[in-house]
């Protein structure tokens, strides 16, 4: 299969986003409880046309500012299908279709590969250790892969053999926080979000020798303050809610962009969760 390297580019999580796929939550339920947040929602909820009107104005504000937005197919047997950032990741010029760990989202990712090859675009099906892009942030030549119970220690040393040009670093944190990026994310060269109570001494360490480390409340924890998506140029979509968050971004020079997708954060992803970005420049 021949390869489109124009649509597959990711060298981090801060140069300007040009293509993105999202997908639709129209079928969007907690069916099994997965984390903290659809634990407080699950007798409430959700509600799937306000989560479609706020995501579409989600996708608007996306193609406002100039990002192309790939939509994927929704069924109605993957109710958590909204969060591709899942179901693969692009690492260098390279799209890996992720193993999901979980029973009710095993299956979304044969979705993004049927697009994959209906576009002639090749990706490496990732294959025998679990991981989901979730768990997985890459700054340059570094790449993060969050160890939890979504993503393994195997599926890191798989990815560190396949990438020889990249320093792989496993990052252990508290696995009821379900992905690595709902509490740290990188938003410059210089700059990542965190939150210290889901992560060791070691690894807070590790991370600031690297970064200048912005913390992130308990209650905006919650609220998934550190699931930001930065789209370049110091352009970043973030909650309205989480004001403290947004206030110490745009004291460091960002444009802060805020939609309301606070239906879909009842499931536990935000921004972040809800796109996987093929090309960054």
Same mark, same amino acid.
């Given at each position: 299969?021949?390869?489109?390297?124009?649509?597959?580019?990711?060298?981090?999580?801060?140069?300007?986003?040009?293509?993105?796929?999202?997908?639709?939550?129209?079928?969007?339920?907690?069916?099994?409880?997965?984390?903290?947040?659809?634990?407080?929602?699950?007798?409430?909820?959700?509600?799937?046309?306000?989560?479609?009107?706020?995501?579409?104005?989600?996708?608007?504000?996306?193609?406002?500012?100039?990002?192309?937005?790939v939509l994927l197919p929704y069924?109605?047997?993957?109710?958590?299908?909204?969060?591709?950032?899942?179901?693969?990741?692009?690492?260098?010029?390279?799209?890996?279709?992720?193993?999901?760990?979980?029973?009710?989202?095993?299956?979304?990712?044969?979705?993004?590969?049927?697009?994959?090859?209906?576009?002639?675009?090749? @990706? %490496?099906?990732?294959?025998?250790? +679990?991981? *989901?892009?979730?768990?997985?942030?890459?700054?340059?030549?570094? =790449?993060? /892969?969050?160890?939890?119970?979504?993503?393994?220690?195997?599926?890191?040393?798989?990815?560190?053999?396949?990438?020889?040009?990249?320093?792989?670093?496993?990052?252990?944190?508290?696995?009821?926080?379900?992905?690595?990026?709902?509490?740290?994310?990188?938003?410059?060269?210089?700059?990542?979000? @965190? %939150?210290?109570?889901?992560?060791? +001494?070691? *690894?807070?360490?590790?991370?600031?020798?690297?970064?200048?480390? =912005?913390? /992130?409340?308990?209650?905006?924890?919650?609220?998934?303050?550190?699931?930001?998506?930065?789209?370049?140029?110091?352009?970043?979509?973030?909650?309205?809610?989480?004001?403290?968050?947004?206030e110490q971004l745009r004291a460091?020079?960002?444009?802060?962009?805020?939609?309301?997708?606070?239906?879909?954060?009842?499931?536990?992803?935000?921004?972040?969760?809800?796109?996987?970005?093929?090309?960054?420049?």
């Amino acid at each position: 299969m021949e390869i489109k390297s124009a649509y597959t580019n990711c060298y981090s999580e801060y140069g300007r986003l040009k293509r993105v796929v999202l997908c639709e939550p129209q079928y969007m339920t907690i069916r099994d409880v997965i984390n903290e947040v659809q634990k407080k929602f699950k007798n409430e909820g959700i509600h799937i046309e306000k989560a479609v009107r706020q995501h579409r104005q989600f996708v608007s504000k996306l193609r406002e500012f100039g990002v192309e937005v790939v939509l994927l197919p929704y069924h109605k047997k993957f109710p958590e299908q909204v969060f591709t950032r899942d179901i693969g990741f692009t690492l260098g010029e390279t799209i890996f279709v992720a193993e999901m760990a979980s029973k009710v989202r095993k299956g979304e990712q044969d979705q993004l590969k049927q697009w994959l090859e209906d576009e002639t675009i090749s @990706y %490496y099906n990732f294959i025998g250790n +679990q991981i *989901e892009g979730g768990d997985v942030m890459i700054d340059g030549e570094v =790449i993060y /892969v969050g160890l939890s119970n979504r993503t393994n220690r195997q599926a890191a040393e798989h990815l560190s053999k396949l990438l020889t040009n990249f320093e792989v670093i496993p990052v252990p944190f508290v696995e009821k926080y379900l992905h690595l990026d709902c509490v740290f994310n990188v938003i410059s060269p210089t700059e990542a979000l @965190y %939150y210290p109570e889901a992560l060791g +001494q070691k *690894e807070i360490n590790l991370l600031a020798s690297k970064y200048d480390l =912005i913390e /992130v409340t308990k209650e905006e924890q919650f609220r998934l303050g550190t699931n930001v998506l930065n789209i370049g140029d110091k352009q970043i979509f973030s909650l309205p809610v989480n004001t403290h968050v947004n206030e110490q971004l745009r004291a460091r020079g960002y444009q802060v962009i805020e939609v309301d997708i606070n239906e879909i954060i009842k499931s536990g992803g935000s921004f972040r969760c809800c796109t996987l970005p093929l090309l960054r420049e």
